[in-house]
């Protein structure tokens, strides 16, 4: 029965899905419309009262003046545009590393290099500038290289911002990225006692983990991460026992052309070690990997295709009550199915460089994200710690020029279904196309984005799927 209310639709965004039209608008509410409906609706006729109780739900109408539920539906999915400054502080005590992975996007430098070691006075200034953050909630990651190469550097920042935040007070966390290979009991029982949360790379089975990653002088880099990601494991489980607040070890893929094949696999081997999630990330041309992408690049379409077959598995796992996610997934679905926001830095409007994140390189140079280190010469070079304060860091022209440039509305991507959920990496797209605002429909990330909402929207319309969706957008405790 047709209903007489106010049809006439307010701005909304579409995209046709195979047979049907999926519209979006800007609080993140989404529906599906066959065609005659859509129609129906673009033209503000009156529709089927269940089908017009489900638009006027979601928002699709024009309204006099926006309601407070409205209101804070669009203040929730946006809350990090009022965070108190960066709160990721990634740490590169060295660019020395013990592997020469294919895709190595750090040029990191051999294991016997000098020149390339954080010093403690410079561990020391750069712990004093992450402390000058206003914000309450502050992360801190070391990365490389490898890092446990500089061991000196982990252990005392470690300390030193323990020590620090006695008086600061802040909502301290303590992250190390590892490929595991130098560590012992010794520095296990300390990350562990100061509260510092394990990640390792872990590429998939035996055989593509250990042509992706080669360990120099040896030859078996997988032996030695998973043997360490079990021995993390045994002590995470004897610590909670006992009550300790610990996290759960994780690990990193980064997916070449030889990963392709191996969907099912490569999801096997992190159910083999009790992981609950992976981030099917795959590899950039950044770094290393711009000379050796003849032999591990890819289309996009490759990696979609590899993506939906290694989804489409773990969907049935969790049909058979085996948890298991695809995290790249849940971050979408998060903004799909929540009025939430992940707080992904690249998945966000503007996104994170400079207003959620730093990096602070072995020398003391500040950049506003990991990316921004990656890219050859100092285009995205902020500061320098002991020398840069934060006031001046983060009103630096480059944090600036990167807001703008990832503002969705300043880009084509305005007028994409997609956007209430995306986000971009103008970083990346300098280092690929030589400009920051390159978001086009070529472009490769862009089309790898496009592709995987395609697939999630496709898998949504199904009743079963979307219940197991729904618990991927749930966010659990490490």
């Given at each position: 029965?047709a209903?007489?209310k106010?049809n006439?639709?307010g701005?909304?965004r ?8 999926l ?6 509410d ?8 859509f ?11 269940k ?9 699709f109408?024009r ?13 929730s ?22 592997h020469?992975c ?5 040029s990191?430098r ?7 070691d954080?010093?403690l006075?410079?561990?020391k ?5 992450i ?8 992360a801190?990651?070391?990365?490389g290289?490898e ?12 300390e030193y911002?323990?020590q620090k935040?006695?008086k600061?007070?802040?909502n301290l ?7 595991f290979t ?9 990350l562990?006692d100061?509260?510092v949360?394990?990640c390792?790379?872990l ?5 593509i ?11 078996n880099?997988y ?7 079990k ?6 489980n004897?610590?909670?026992r006992?009550g300790?607040?610990?996290?759960k070890p ?5 997916l070449t ?7 099912k696999e ?5 159910l ?8 099917l990330?795959?590899?950039n041309?950044?770094g290393?990997a711009q000379?050796t992408?003849s032999r ?9 295709k590899?993506?939906?077959k ?8 969790n049909?058979?009550?085996?948890y ?12 799909i ?6 707080n992904?830095?690249?998945n ?5 460089a ?11 140079a500040?950049y506003p994200?990991?990316?921004g280190r ?8 902020i500061?320098?710690?002991?020398k840069?304060k934060y006031?001046?860091?983060i009103?630096h ?6 807001c703008?440039?990832?503002?969705l509305e300043?880009?084509v991507?305005d007028?994409?279904?997609?956007k209430?959920?995306?986000?971009v990496?103008p970083v990346?797209n ?5 400009n920051?605002?390159c978001?086009?429909?070529d472009?490769v990330?862009?089309k790898i984005?496009q592709?995987i909402?395609?697939y ?13 969706f ?9």
């Open positions: 029965m209903v007489k106010n006439i639709p701005f909304f579409f995209k046709k899905l195979k047979n049907k039209y519209l979006t608008n800007d609080v993140g989404f529906v599906f419309l066959p065609e005659k409906e129609k129906n609706f673009t033209e503000g006729k009156a529709g089927e009262e089908k017009f109780q489900e638009l006027d739900g979601k928002n109408f309204t006099d003046a926006p309601s407070q539920r409205l209101i804070g539906k669009y203040r999915r946006n809350f990090f545009l009022n965070e108190r400054g960066p709160s990721l502080h990634i740490i590169v005590v060295t660019l020395r590393c013990n020469q294919l895709y190595c996007q750090t990191s051999g294991p016997e290099e000098k020149g390339f954080m010093s006075e410079t561990a200034k750069t712990v004093d500038l402390f000058s953050s206003p914000n309450p909630n502050i801190i990651e070391f990365q290289g890092p446990l190469i500089n061991w000196p550097a982990v252990k005392f920042i470690a911002a323990l935040n006695k600061a007070r802040k966390q303590l992250k190390l990225v590892s490929n130098l560590m012992d009991k010794e520095k296990m029982k300390f562990f100061k509260g949360s394990f390792t790379s590429d998939g089975p035996r055989h983990h250990n042509k992706n990653r080669i360990f120099l002088g040896r030859d880099s032996e030695k991460a998973t043997y360490w990601i021995k993390i494991y045994q002590e995470y004897g610590r909670k006992k300790k607040n610990v996290f994780q690990a990193l893929i980064t052309r030889h990963s392709f094949a191996y969907p490569i999801v096997d081997e992190y083999k070690w009790k992981f609950e999630s992976i981030y990330a795959q590899a041309f950044l290393m000379s992408w591990i690049g890819f289309q996009p379409a490759e990696y979609l590899f993506y939906r290694a989804v489409d598995y773990m969907i049935k796992l049909m058979r009550g085996i298991f996610r695809e995290s790249g997934a849940s971050i979408k679905l998060i903004k199915l929540t009025d939430q926001d992940p992904f830095f690249e966000r409007s503007p996104c994170g400079g207003l959620g994140q730093m990096l602070y390189n072995y020398d003391g500040i994200c990991d990316e990656m890219v050859a010469g100092e285009h995205f070079r500061g320098q710690a002991g840069s006031r001046e860091i009103n022209s480059t944090v600036k020029t990167l703008l440039t990832s503002c300043n880009t991507c007028i994409c279904a997609y209430p959920y995306c986000g990496c990346l300098f280092a690929l196309y030589g920051p605002f978001q086009t429909p472009n990330n862009c984005n592709g909402f395609n999630l929207f496709e898998r949504l319309e199904n009743k079963k799927i979307a219940e197991i729904k618990s991927w957008a749930v966010r659990r405790t490490p």
